[in-house]
């Protein structure tokens, strides 16, 4: 397959999006616990979105899936999807768990899931409160657990994103209704072992300005030790930009990229392959919904858009991708209004990216 800077009416072969059926295993109940053991298979997490998807496996290869809305209403559910499979098994927990949530992050650190902020609102019904809560799920135990942080802790907010640098998640982002923000925290794991804390990270001098505008619904990927922010939106305006945090030296740079550049977008999702990041989907601020898959050449600062990729999923947004290999998988979304066309149901769309070669 050949990808085009500037595609329509390209022409050629092409590698095509496939979709897949997906397996209901029986639910994994909490370790310890015998009574209501059933093979019944578990209940389907989809149509679902604004949920979460791991972008890093379990040493099984599983992503794990938490919250989100389904059929009008959020979840504060936790499943396993096995790409391998194209399975899902509903996890059992216990603990002190996070409410239903929207448009919350979530990272895996080897054996626990790390779930931060969202919109918890819609079924507490508690006005003007955004939960800024830590959340940890112990993968071994089936056990959430709230962390007790000590002194100042970002905003509670939802349309962030939260991203894994070495020991250290970034939260950067979001918005609080019509505040909408562009500070970046920082939250040392290691910190666990002493007095839980974020920091709010200083930036360097040489950042251009300040760093992004504020944004909500924007992307990120992590490659390395630097953190590639795309798109978003505040307020009536939406962003096609890309911005890059070295974690190292503190320091913001908006990359200046050349070929096909995207439509301003907000509710996509990203994904990267090597030095790749993958764009899917996504809204505009006309209420436009997407349904391209674009990608930037990180090194070379190159975008790139894609046609005529046969059974491409539906135009949506609040969907999830994430990569294994060269195969990028996607989750879930809200299609279009005008669009009946109910693929995304119960499978998943895969993509191998490994067909594709650049000019």
Known sequence: MCAQEVSPGSSGEHPSWSTLEVQLEPPRLIPGRRAG??????????PRHSHSLTATTTEAGDFLLFGGSMQGSSRNDVYTFSPGESSVTLLQTAGDAPSRRVAHKSVLVHKVLIVWGGDTRKDTQRDGYLDGGLYMLNLITSEWSRISIHGPSPRGRYGHTMSLVKNKLYVFGGQADSIYMNDLWVFDLVSLTRKARWELVNMGPDSDSVGPQRRSGHSSVTVGSRIYIFGGRESQFCYNDTWCFDTEKLLWAKLKCVGSLPTPREGHAAAVVNDVMYIFGGKGADGS????????????RRWYTFENLGCAPSARWG???AALGTCIHLLGGQIAENDHNDDNANSVSVLDVGFITYP
């Open 319 to 321: 969907h999830t991708i």
């Open 37 to 46: 053991v059933s093979s019944n298979p578990s209940p389907s997490p989809l």
């Open 289 to 300: 919904v997407y349904g391209d898959l674009v990608a930037l050449h990180l090194t070379q």
